[in-house]
């Protein structure tokens, strides 16, 4: 590679700014539909421009609520985020000790990350299904009676939901979980040992602060993957309906824009979220920047 | 005994991932392949062994040979998408991450330019579908283009609710997945083999051909395993971008479940996970997974 730019880096370039076009393009046609006026459809030319459809969605159009799955996802989203934040620091603390069947828990995770989530939903809503019917059905021979009455389904938002994203969102937090320990520093940890620290101030005064930003990271990941799931949660979410899983819903049903407010303000919450995270991220690395070292600068 | 306490703090660290993998994906894994040998009747299953649920999803493809049954049919479909999204994944993601990798110098244009193609990853998959509505559908933006450079006379109807916008929302939603590891790939070569090709006389293509994509296969193998695991067993994406009019072998499951058909549902997610398994084996027979993390 030469000093100057080559032909094929304009050419690369070009392509490059194609692909974001694409990826953005159609998205922000819909965010700007979503302001269309009350007379407006579904598609181009703009009608007039209003926040119409937007109350629309907030008033309810009677057939779904869409508030309540609004709080729902945001919920779920919130629990899972803490889940695979705290789990999978855990685990890769212990992939870096070392465990007998470390080996088994890393094909797991991968095999859980891709496979077809109609199959995985499908078994969870399978297991439960089962488990409703034994309490149902032969609670009373187990001695679980006075447990069992009245039992409806143990499926649920918190329950069998909440595990259909965990297996998506924890492999992910796993591998970043690796990708982290591989550029990780060891003799850190040593010195921190050698100086006196238990293994927990170890890990809370050195470890933790390092990896912090990454960890920021996994939680980012926990919440915009759970907040936008909807292939697990489609057959394991038991009688309520998250925000994807409405929206999904709404595009056969619906002629109107109110779908593409929906849109916007289920986008806006992700682009929050993603913007929140990596603003943590920055101040925590300038942070580190300033107190990471004071290599150079002399005794104080 | 140091060794010993170490070693149970491991486990107790590790061991609340792994319970939740067991009690969510591996345990539901169990009961799809037992059910899936089970009997049925309209409302319930039964649990009887029964391969009812694997006759009936082949029910007369014996009878109709050599025309192909619908299962069989749908199969092939199925297997065509998840080619033609495969092949055009990969020639995007590669070209994608290609640039990042080698003509980004600054590494901070590096992590913007990567966050800015990982983004939409983080934001809704059914939004990224439903925005293409107002560009292809009878009265979009792409048919009144063409109407107005006056190349067609009547809007077009293949561009929306077809096998075209399928193929085109899963490289929307999923190039990304081809990005990704190919970039990780790409990063760790070293330029020095790159330059000391370039010195040796070695031609832009041949340094390509010869140096990089060799180097870059395990990410090329990670990629395709997430884009054909993806798309094969893809309901949503085939649902809303074809209109439900397309199936394919995860909708096949859904319809199933729909009519509270669960060993049939299962002998089907039985059928599917064995075809994804050979394949992902045929692809990690050329990596080593764990060596590229």
């Known amino acids: ?300 | 005994m140091i060794e010993d306490r170490k070693s149970l703090i491991a486990w107790l660290q590790a061991g609340p991932m792994m319970l939740v993998f067991v009690a969510f994906f591996l345990l539901p894994l169990v009961f799809v392949v037992i059910v899936s040998a089970w009997d049925y009747n309209e409302y319930e299953m039964l649990p009887a062994l029964s391969f009812r649920g694997y006759s009936d999803t082949f029910e007369g493809c014996i009878a109709q040979l050599p025309e192909l049954c619908t299962i069989l049919k749908t199969y092939a479909k199925t297997v065509k998408l998840c080619f033609l999204t495969w092949v055009i994944t990969l020639v995007v993601g590669f070209t994608i991450a290609y640039f990042l990798a080698f003509h980004v110098r600054s590494k901070t244009w590096q992590i913007v330019l990567s966050l800015l193609c990982t983004i939409p990853f983080w934001t809704s998959n059914v939004i990224r579908m439903i925005a293409w509505v107002p560009l292809l559908g009878r009265n979009g933006l792409v048919n009144q283009g063409l109407i107005d450079l006056g190349l067609i006379k009547v809007p077009v109807e293949w561009l929306l609710f077809s096998e075209f916008s399928v193929v085109l929302a899963f490289v929307h939603l999923f190039t990304f997945f081809m990005v990704v590891p190919i970039f990780n790939s790409m990063i760790r070569i070293d330029p020095k083999l790159v330059e000391a090709a370039y010195d040796a006389g070695a031609t832009g293509f041949q340094t390509l051909v010869n140096i990089i994509i060799p180097l870059a296969k395990p990410g090329i193998v990670i990629g395709s395993i997430f884009v054909i695991t993806i798309v094969m067993g893809d309901f949503v994406t085939i649902g809303v971008m074809g209109g439900q009019q397309i199936a394919s072998a995860g909708k096949i499951i859904e319809t199933r479940l729909n009519a509270l058909q669960f060993p049939a549902a299962a002998a089907n997610a039985v059928i599917l996970l064995g075809i994804t398994i050979v394949i992902i084996s045929a692809l990690t027979r050329l990596v080593d997974i764990r060596k590229e993390l």
């Open chain 1, 1 to 300: 590679m030469g000093e100057r730019r080559s032909k094929s880096f304009y050419i690369l370039a070009a392509v490059f700014i194609a692909y974001v076009l694409f990826l953005y393009g159609p998205m922000f046609a819909i965010f700007v539909l979503s302001f269309q006026g009350p007379e407006g459809g579904l598609t181009f030319p703009m009608n007039g421009v209003s926040l119409h459809w937007f109350r629309k969605v907030f008033e309810g159009n009677g057939v779904v609520n869409i508030g309540a799955a609004f709080k729902r996802s945001l919920a779920l989203g919130a629990a899972v985020m803490i889940i695979t934040v705290v789990l999978s620091v855990a685990a890769g603390m212990a992939f870096r000790k070392g465990f007998k069947g470390a080996a088994i828990l890393f094909y797991t995770a991968i095999a859980s990350l891709i496979m077809p989530s109609i199959i995985t939903s499908l078994g969870i809503a399978l297991e439960f299904r089962l488990f409703d019917d034994v309490m149902i059905n032969h609670a009373n021979d187990l001695g679980l009676g006075w447990f069992a009455e009245g039992w409806t389904t143990a499926m649920g938002l918190f329950t069998s939901g909440l595990g259909a994203h965990l297996t998506w969102t924890l492999p992910f937090g796993l591998l970043i979980m690796f990708a982290i320990f591989n550029r990780f520093d060891g003799r850190l940890e040593e010195a921190a040992r050698d100086l006196g620290a238990t293994p927990w101030q170890t890990f809370r005064f050195v470890v933790l602060p390092i990896i912090l930003p990454s960890v920021v990271g996994i939680g980012l990941f926990g919440f915009t993957l759970s907040w936008d799931e909807l292939a697990r949660s489609s057959q394991a979410i038991g009688s309520v309906n998250t925000l994807p899983l409405e929206l999904q819903g709404l595009t056969t049903t619906v002629t109107k824009p109110d779908i593409y407010a929906l849109g916007t303000i289920t986008s806006a919450v992700s682009f929050l979220v993603i913007f929140l995270a990596l603003f943590i991220i920055q101040l925590l690395q300038a942070r580190q920047r300033r107190f990471g070292s004071d290599a150079g600068k002399g005794m104080i």
